[in-house]
């Protein structure tokens, strides 16, 4: 399984310096970084996906292993990406959705069946053919992290992947997402402004601040 | 060639096809006028400079009478228009009548001008609809009052003709230009402090709207100057606006009339620059005076009655329109229908039945060349708006412009340029010169209707694609095409009523030899014959009406099973 190693990466916005950052994401380690608005957190993220806006400019590498994957376009990343909308396309039904990801290996009837596997294993079998739209926010969830895993990402970054859910659902579908992303021994980057978001993904914690933030590994704040 | 590179290269090359297609025939039409205005035209022995085309255009009498018409009717009507449509926005912007007349505004500008002019002449004519409704019992009239509508030497039914048309194309164009200047939240902050509704609005929001309507605005006056068909049909005759004249020397059969004709271009097109000079100095006049107006705290400024005034006006002029085009209906089905009846009783489909033959061949030529320049326009736009999406920044300001150059320029003085180049390079007149003519005006319309929803379109979305491995490509058909689709049709529709819409790129490029229900339309509204001329402007109110409706049907049942895709549920 690959690490993901983020070698003396540097933002800048114009000529002011967001962020500057060295450090490596163990196989199912989920690394949080919380910090006010405005500090680059989701600007971090964009640069890792392939998304970076033109306002930004980054130095330094992003590394699946030992594979430089900063200069591939996005798509051959091998990046999953969870927003905090579950962004489920409207006009696929949830099949479409999951199919929409799937790496294309195999006859139709197995990839098929893996999409009815995906969905057994969270009781949503039944919701194949369904409008993403009649879900509700944590079946929306779920499909959104299901198809996300089919895709057979390498790393995830998971941008407030909780915030728009309700109270009573959010322990349970972020315990769900921290389970999988273990399971699949994904490194995992997760920005969240929620205390308990970090405490439950039970890895290290970046905070960066609104000055020029520097951080190493030896800048982190270790959770148990 | 890897796919990615592919789309990289498509995407890189449309927008410059798309600039290419609005500024070389504007372009290269004014300078093709141009040459022959100072005597230079080979092809007819034109051979050496001169001002003679000059001096035989000023020669001409009423010259200046057509010239100060054009000026006057163009910028009467679109200060008119604007004035209504400010009002109207101010006294009535997200309340339930505004909404309603929201929804109404695609199909109301896709109404071609000429079945529109049409009808109006229908409508108010001695002999019309209103007059009728009046008589004998009101006016005590037995036969056909004497006034001149259409026709009369003020311009007055012109004017009318124009503001009916251009107040849905600006209010449309206000849309997308209220989110812009984030209208909403200029309206709550100036409610908040106590302004009413206009005073808010006017005081509030048109600063920031007015910047935004500018390009628009001066389109509708470059149109509304030079206009040829509603001027024909609705427009004085002794003399006539001075692009009905030009087209009227362009096609007299003394070729040597043709150096006049291209000076009178050029004189259409220095009217219509002194017009957009005049209106750009009053611009500069009224924000200089109302200054000190927006600073003075005053919290209202006649609001009641000017709301009333606006509800009236607004309802008086889509009423006109409606009215205009029932009047159509009526007379294309109409026997005999002496006056003062109301209703031509009973109604017969003789009329229809004796044009059938006759209709063929000018609906499918409508039909073809309005699906193929649509068909241009769409990819063409898709691809700048797929571009400009890709580089993540706005429109540039000359690029904008560039948008607006075929609703600038007059069209009599680029297109007549283009005809004098075509038959200077031997190019035969016909159906690809008429597609390519319709594109260039098509374009625009498709562009404007289009952006906002493109532009609007969560990049998230794109972005999720991508991260699940997706191309470029894919990410384009199989994500921002679906997404896309209900507006992308809408847009498609908006261009195709345009391209119906079309008189003088068909006339001139097509040298008679491509004829569409529009050419007839207008053709036959200077005749006498009522009947025929209501079924060929019903049926350039119709084709449009078809497109909108699958505009409107399409996703529909494409998204039956998809509630977040159905149109109206926002």
Same mark, same amino acid.
């Given at each position: 399984?690959?690490?993901?190693?983020?070698?003396?990466?540097?933002?800048?916005?114009?000529?002011?310096?967001?962020?500057?950052?060295? $450090? $490596?994401?163990?196989p199912g380690?989920?690394?949080?970084?919380?910090?006010?608005? &405005?500090?680059g957190?989701?600007?971090?993220?964009?640069?890792?996906?392939?998304?970076?806006?033109?306002?930004?400019?980054?130095?330094?590498?992003?590394?699946l292993?030992? $594979?430089?994957?900063?200069?591939?376009?996005a798509?051959?990343?091998?990046?999953?990406?969870?927003?905090?909308?579950?962004?489920?396309?409207?006009?696929?039904?949830v099949?479409?959705?999951?199919?929409? &990801?799937?790496?294309?290996?195999?006859?139709?009837?197995?990839?098929?069946?893996?999409?009815?596997?995906?969905?057994?294993?969270?009781?949503?079998?039944?919701?194949? &053919?369904?409008?993403?739209?009649?879900?509700?926010?944590?079946?929306?969830?779920?499909?959104?992290l299901?198809?996300?895993?089919?895709?057979?990402?390498?790393?995830?970054?998971?941008?407030e992947?909780?915030?728009?859910?309700?109270?009573?659902?959010? &322990?349970e579908?972020?315990?769900?997402?921290?389970?999988?992303?273990?399971?699949?021994r994904?490194?995992?980057?997760?920005?969240?402004?929620?205390?308990?978001?970090?405490?439950?993904?039970?890895?290290?914690?970046?905070?960066? $601040?609104?000055?020029?933030?520097?951080?190493?590994?030896?800048?982190?704040?270790?959770?148990? | 060639?890897?796919?990615?590179?592919?789309?990289?290269?498509?995407?890189?090359?449309?927008?410059?096809?798309?600039?290419?297609?609005?500024?070389?025939?504007?372009?290269?039409?004014?300078?093709?006028?141009?040459?022959?205005?100072?005597?230079?035209?080979?092809?007819?022995?034109?051979?050496?400079?001169?001002?003679a085309?000059?001096?035989?255009?000023?020669?001409?009498?009423?010259?200046?009478? =057509?010239?100060?018409?054009?000026?006057?009717?163009? %910028?009467?009507?679109?200060?008119?228009?604007?004035?209504?449509?400010?009002?109207?926005?101010?006294?009535?912007?997200?309340?339930?009548?505004?909404?309603?007349?929201?929804?109404?505004?695609?199909?109301?500008?896709?109404?071609?001008?000429?079945?529109?002019?049409?009808?109006l002449?229908?409508?108010?004519?001695?002999?019309?609809?209103?007059?009728?409704?009046?008589?004998?019992?009101?006016?005590?009239w037995?036969?056909?009052?004497?006034?001149?509508?259409?026709?009369?030497a003020?311009? %007055?039914?012109?004017i009318?003709?124009?503001?009916?048309?251009?107040?849905?194309?600006l209010?449309?164009?206000s849309?997308?230009?209220?989110?812009?200047?984030?209208?909403?939240?200029?309206?709550?902050?100036?409610r908040?402090?106590?302004?009413?509704?206009?005073?808010?609005?006017?005081?509030?929001?048109m600063?920031?709207?007015?910047?935004?309507?500018?390009?628009?605005?001066?389109?509708?006056?470059?149109?509304?100057?030079?206009?040829v068909?509603?001027?024909?049909?609705?427009?004085?005759?002794?003399?006539p606006?001075?692009?009905?004249?030009?087209v009227?020397?362009?096609?007299?059969?003394?070729?040597?009339?043709?150096?006049?004709?291209?000076?009178?271009? =050029?004189?259409?097109?220095?009217?219509?620059?002194?017009?957009?000079?005049?209106?750009?100095?009053?611009?500069r006049?009224v924000?200089?005076?109302?200054?000190?107006?927006c600073?003075?705290?005053?919290?209202?400024?006649?609001?009641?009655?000017?709301?009333?005034?606006?509800?009236?006006?607004?309802?008086?002029?889509?009423?006109?329109?409606?009215?205009?085009?029932?009047?159509?209906?009526?007379?294309?089905?109409?026997?005999?229908?002496?006056?003062?009846?109301?209703?031509?009783?009973?109604?017969?489909?003789?009329?229809?039945?004796?044009?059938a033959?006759?209709?063929?061949?000018?609906?499918?030529?409508?039909?073809?060349?309005?699906?193929?320049?649509?068909?241009?326009?769409?990819?063409?736009?898709?691809g700048?708006?797929?571009?400009?999406?890709?580089?993540?920044r706005?429109?540039?300001?000359?690029?904008?412009l560039?948008?607006?150059?075929?609703l600038?320029?007059?069209?009599?003085?680029?297109?007549?340029?283009?005809?004098? =180049?075509?038959?200077? =390079?031997?190019?035969?007149?016909?159906?690809?010169?008429?597609?390519?003519?319709?594109?260039v005006?098509? %374009?625009?319309?498709?562009?404007?209707?289009?952006?906002?929803?493109?532009?609007r379109?969560?990049?998230?979305?794109?972005?999720?694609?991508?991260?699940?491995?997706?191309?470029?490509?894919?990410?384009?058909?199989?994500?921002?095409l679906?997404?896309?689709?209900?507006?992308?049709?809408?847009?498609?529709?908006?261009?195709?009523?345009?391209?119906?819409?079309?008189?003088?790129?068909?006339?001139?490029?097509?040298?008679?030899?491509?004829?569409t229900?529009?050419?007839?339309?207008?053709?036959?509204?200077?005749?006498?014959?009522?009947?025929l001329?209501?079924?060929?402007a019903?049926?350039?109110?119709?084709?449009?009406?078809?497109?909108?409706m699958?505009?409107?049907?399409?996703?529909?049942y494409?998204?039956?099973?998809?509630?977040?895709?159905?149109?109206?549920?926002?």
């Open positions: 399984m690959a690490s993901l190693r983020l070698d003396d990466i540097v933002i800048h916005q114009g000529q002011h310096r967001l962020l500057s950052l060295d $450090t $490596t994401v163990a380690e989920v690394l949080t970084v919380m910090g006010p608005s &405005g500090v957190k989701s600007t971090l993220l964009a640069f890792i996906a392939g998304f970076l806006s033109p306002a930004f400019e980054a130095q330094g590498c992003v590394l292993d030992a $594979t430089r994957i900063d200069t591939l376009p798509e051959q990343r091998h990046v999953g990406l969870l927003f905090q909308d579950p962004l489920l396309f409207p006009h696929l039904d099949a479409g959705n999951l199919a929409f &990801g799937m790496v294309r290996e195999g006859t139709r009837r197995q990839r098929r069946a893996r999409i009815h596997d995906a969905l057994s294993s969270v009781g949503l079998e039944a919701f194949a &053919g369904r409008d993403p739209a009649t879900l509700s926010g944590g079946q929306k969830a779920r499909v959104a299901l198809r996300v895993l089919l895709s057979k990402p390498r790393a995830m970054l998971l941008d992947p909780f915030s728009k859910l309700d109270a009573e659902r959010r &322990g579908i972020r315990h769900w997402v921290f389970e999988r992303v273990r399971d699949h994904l490194p995992t980057l997760m920005v969240t402004h929620d205390e308990a978001d970090a405490q439950a993904a039970g890895g290290r914690i970046l905070r960066l $601040t609104e000055r020029d933030t520097v951080m190493g590994p030896t800048d982190k704040e270790e959770r148990a | 060639m890897t796919a990615g590179v592919a789309y990289r290269l498509v995407v890189g090359v449309l927008p410059w096809l798309t600039i290419a297609l609005l500024s070389v025939p504007v372009v290269a039409g004014v300078l093709g006028a141009l040459a022959p205005a100072f005597g230079w035209l080979p092809v007819l022995g034109g051979e050496r400079l001169t001002l085309p000059w001096r035989q255009l000023f020669a001409v009498p009423g010259i200046v009478d =057509m010239a100060r018409l054009s000026l006057v009717t163009g %910028l009467v009507s679109a200060a008119l228009s604007l004035g209504l449509v400010v009002l109207f926005l101010g006294s009535f912007l997200h309340t339930p009548l505004y909404r309603r007349i929201q929804r109404w505004l695609s199909p109301l500008l896709a109404v071609p001008h000429a079945a529109a002019a049409i009808g002449a229908f409508l108010l004519a001695p002999s019309g609809w209103v007059v009728r409704g009046l008589s004998p019992w009101a006016t005590g037995a036969y056909p009052p004497d006034y001149a509508f259409p026709g009369d003020w311009g %007055l039914s012109l009318l003709g124009l503001v009916v048309k251009e107040v849905p194309f209010l449309l164009m849309l997308a230009a209220l989110v812009q200047c984030q209208a909403r939240e200029r309206l709550s902050v100036a908040s402090l106590g302004y009413r509704p206009l005073t808010a609005f006017l005081k509030g929001v600063p920031g709207l007015y910047p935004l309507l500018r390009l628009p605005l001066y389109a509708v006056i470059a149109f509304a100057t030079s206009t068909d509603v001027a024909m049909i609705l427009g004085p005759t002794t003399p606006p001075l692009a009905v004249a030009v009227g020397w362009l096609n007299d059969p003394t070729l040597s009339m043709r150096f006049m004709a291209s000076a009178g271009a =050029m004189l259409q097109l220095l009217l219509t620059l002194t017009a957009l000079l005049i209106w750009w100095t009053l611009e006049l924000a200089r005076v109302s200054r000190g107006w600073r003075d705290g005053r919290r209202q400024c006649g609001d009641r009655w000017l709301a009333g005034m606006a509800w009236l006006a607004m309802r008086t002029v889509l009423g006109l329109m409606m009215a205009a085009l029932a009047g159509l209906a009526l007379w294309s089905v109409a026997g005999y229908w002496p006056f003062p009846a109301f209703l031509p009783w009973p109604p017969i489909a003789h009329n229809w039945l004796n044009a033959d006759d209709l063929v061949a000018p609906v499918w030529q409508s039909l073809g060349v309005a699906l193929a320049a649509t068909l241009v326009s769409v990819v063409l736009v898709l700048a708006l797929e571009s400009e999406t890709q580089r993540r706005p429109m540039r300001p000359w690029a904008q560039i948008l607006y150059l075929p600038l320029v007059p069209s009599v003085a680029f297109l007549f340029g283009l005809v004098m =180049m075509q038959a200077q =390079m031997g190019v035969r007149p016909g159906l690809g010169a008429v597609i390519i003519g319709h594109a005006f098509v %374009l625009p319309y498709v562009f404007l209707s289009l952006a906002e929803s493109y532009r379109l969560d990049p998230r979305w794109s972005q999720q694609a991508r991260s699940l491995g997706a191309g470029p490509w894919r990410v384009f058909w199989r994500v921002r679906p997404l896309l689709l209900t507006p992308l049709l809408t847009a498609a529709a908006v261009g195709f009523a345009v391209s119906i819409g079309q008189y003088l790129p068909t006339i001139l490029l097509g040298a008679g030899r491509v004829v229900v529009t050419t007839e339309a207008v053709s036959l509204a200077s005749g006498g014959d009522r009947r001329t209501a079924i060929y019903l049926l350039q109110l119709l084709l449009p009406a078809l497109g909108f699958l505009a409107m049907l399409v996703p529909r494409v998204f039956r099973r998809r509630r977040d895709l159905l149109p109206g549920t926002d």
